[in-house]
């Protein structure tokens, strides 16, 4: 089943275009890295397909399991399954990081016409996955990103996104910022994720990501479009001769 | 808001407890060592309070969460008198206005010439939530004494876009985003029992 797919994309902020005819397809079960050198529109690309009312889209289409993306507001996207991994979480001073998980999950399963968990099914599920993911009790008490290292905040990034099950995965520069045991942890956490009915974009500037989730196709994106398409084996021939050939 | 008239509270013994505004003196006199704290939840009416603080150790808290909105107009006054040294007053004021609303706040602290080492603080913060909503802000202080601390700082700006859109992101709708980032706005002042006047008044709005 196709996830994903973006045709023919132009987008950018305010006057300035940033996407100039970017085209992308992911489907079911499949891992994708986007690589490129700054201000190729990596992180443009995962804001639009979030639905970043910052950004706004000039041409081409985006769907999600064959529904129009571009047509839904941010929380229809995230319940119909795209979740985004900020590259800068945000902080949420005063919302506590149970509440806010909490609201999200029922959120969706509101929106999936499911029950709300009890209190007993939502603390089994809390328990399970802050556990794999090192996300202590006291991190969960704190308000959201507030005070968080940024370790800390990727991996509660990962958390959440493991909580919250999304269907596909935007992990933009999850591994900015990040020791190399972090770095580890916060794959971890990703690979366990990985199924034949879930997808991922990653979104990196090097390969190092990649060493430890091994991506099924990697894309060169450069000036606003997907110049080169390959296998891991691309991501290694950027690490030596870097991005200059493709601009 | 139209079916919530406006709450005032008075705290006694460490507990807000509700009293009447009408049988509320507007002017309260604080005697020697003592406290006067108030939470005003202004959601109709425009208010006003006079507070001095007669003797020598006197002090008084004065908070209040204002909510604007439609076309109505309304004001917050609060007028602080230090006539005794040693005696110190707060002013905590937030605000949420939407529509085409206007609120103003006139805080004063007036420190008479002989009321030494005292001290005045005046924090005001609010949010606008629509383009056309009003919010008029004017601190006063009117210091004649030489020896006290005196301070007052106001802030109104919208809705971080930031923040608002990381809510959604998670799939959580715009009325409940709007309703987490408010609560958590007057998490300092507004105790949890009366969230639910956020709540009823975010209702009618976006």
């Given at each position: 089943m196709t996830f994903l797919d973006i045709r023919n994309l132009y987008a950018g902020?305010?006057?300035?275009?940033?996407?100039?005819?970017?085209?992308?397809?992911?489907?079911?079960g499949e891992v994708h890295a986007v690589m490129g050198p700054n201000?190729?529109?990596?992180?443009?690309?995962?804001?639009?397909?979030a639905g970043n009312p910052a950004y706004r889209v000039t041409r081409g289409e985006v769907t999600f399991k064959e529904k129009d993306l571009l047509a839904m507001t941010p929380d229809m996207r995230a319940n119909e399954g795209v979740f985004l991994a900020f590259q800068h979480p945000t902080e949420l001073p005063g919302v506590s990081t149970a509440l806010f998980l909490k609201t999200a999950l029922?959120?969706?399963?509101?929106?999936?016409?499911?029950?709300?968990?009890?209190?007993?099914?939502?603390?089994?599920?809390?328990?399970?996955?802050s556990k794999a993911l090192k996300v202590t009790d006291e991190m969960l008490k704190r308000p959201v990103n507030v005070g968080f290292s940024g370790g800390e905040k990727k991996k509660m990034e990962t958390f959440q996104m493991a909580f919250l099950e999304p269907d596909f995965c935007i992990l933009d520069e999850m591994d900015s910022g990040l020791d190399v045991d972090s770095l580890k942890v916060v794959a971890d956490g990703i690979n366990v994720l990985r199924s034949s009915t879930r997808s991922f974009l990653l979104i990196t500037h090097h390969h190092l990501l990649l060493d430890y989730i091994k991506p099924d196709f990697v894309h060169i994106l450069v000036d606003g479009r997907i110049v080169k398409s390959g296998d891991q084996s691309l991501a290694l021939q950027v690490e030596e001769k870097g991005y200059e050939e493709y601009k | 808001m139209k079916n919530i008239s406006n709450i005032c509270l008075v705290k006694k013994n460490g507990v807000y407890e509700p009293a009447d505004f009408k049988t509320v003196p507007s002017v309260i006199e604080v005697r020697k060592n003592e406290h006067f704290e108030c939470l005003f939840i202004q959601t109709n009416e425009s208010i006003a309070l006079k507070v001095v603080l007669k003797e020598e150790g006197a002090s008084c808290d004065l908070k209040c969460v204002y909510f604007g909105a439609e076309s109505e107009q309304k004001s917050l006054i609060f007028d602080v008198t230090h006539a005794a040294g040693k005696t110190k007053s707060a002013q905590l004021v937030k605000g949420i206005v939407a529509d085409r609303a206007k609120c103003a706040f006139y805080g004063s602290i007036h420190i008479l010439s002989d009321a030494q080492k005292c001290e005045g603080t005046q924090n005001h913060r609010a949010v606008l939530l629509s383009d056309t909503a009003q919010i008029q802000a004017t601190p006063e202080l009117e210091i004649f004494a030489d020896d006290v601390i005196c301070s007052h700082g106001s802030a109104v700006g919208p809705v971080d876009k930031n923040q608002l859109f990381y809510l959604l992101s998670r799939g959580i709708d715009e009325k409940t985003a709007y309703q987490l980032l408010l609560t958590a706005f007057l998490q300092d002042i507004l105790p949890d029992k009366y969230h639910f006047i956020v709540r009823e008044w975010l209702h009618d709005r976006l």
């Open positions: 902020i305010g006057e300035k275009e940033i996407l100039k005819g970017l085209s992308l397809k992911i489907n079911a201000g190729a529109g990596k992180s443009t690309l995962s804001n639009v397909i029922n959120a969706k399963r509101k929106y999936l016409g499911e029950k709300e968990l009890d209190a007993v099914q939502y603390m089994k599920r809390l328990k399970l996955r | -």
